[in-house]
């Protein structure tokens, strides 16, 4: 079996403190699965960027990726071009199989927890 | 008592798909909270503006008001535009109180559930 890599794939910022919350996911997620290779990349403004954080997974002898959008709204950046950049990624790299998944936002349970979240505010801020 | 809101305060885009999650996120909490007022505001692209919608609450007789930033990285729209607005709409508004809160990003419990659709996300698409 070959080796497999989760890449968090989220916006970027321009300041360094934006990607903190995308860090702490990443060793959350690096925590519960060992055994899998988690690494954050980015669209813009921050590095790597997806595809050379692909193409250096393809590089180590990784042959599976699952590429999760950590993205809230469904705009262009998740409907238009992370497709795009997959396309690119499934040519550059014709062994390896890149699996993509809907944007966290759209995640029920996280949706909930972000329910949650802000009830509670209200409650708190009282 | 006066009346309260609940303001879901997210970064906005062109395009009109990206605001569904968010939509989802304010149905959800109304349900969970059906004696508050929530509503989502934007900070740019998309209407209404977050100062427009707290003066729109404000001449609807709400005097206190939280704030939730719906955004997953801590840049400079939650670390630096978001405090000049709350300060500019406490200015507008002397009667109202309002209280915002840390990021939906920066709680535990979002995190772990993100987390969880990470690992998911890998066991699926295997």
Redesign the interface.
């Known amino acids: 079996m070959g080796r497999?890599a989760?890449v968090?794939f989220?916006?970027g910022?321009?300041?360094a403190?934006?990607?903190?919350?995308?860090e702490?996911?990443r060793e959350?997620?690096a925590a519960?699965?060992p055994e899998?290779d988690?690494s954050l990349a980015f669209l813009e403004l921050m590095s790597p960027r997806l595809q050379d954080q692909v193409a250096s997974l393809a590089a180590q002898g990784v042959d599976?990726v699952?590429v999760?959008p950590?993205?809230?709204?469904?705009?262009?950046h998740v409907?238009r071009d992370l497709p795009l950049i997959l396309d690119e990624m499934r040519l550059a790299h014709p062994g390896m199989k890149i699996?993509s998944?809907g944007?966290?936002?759209?995640?029920p349970?996280?949706?909930?927890?972000?329910?949650?979240?802000?009830?509670k505010?209200?409650t708190?801020?009282?």
């Open positions: 497999r989760l968090l989220a916006h910022a321009r300041s403190s934006w990607a903190e919350p995308f702490r996911l959350m997620a519960r699965a899998l988690v599976e699952t999760v950590v993205f809230l709204g469904q705009g262009g409907l699996h998944v944007a966290v936002g759209e995640d349970t996280v949706l909930q927890a972000m329910s949650d979240y802000c009830i505010a209200v708190n801020g009282s």
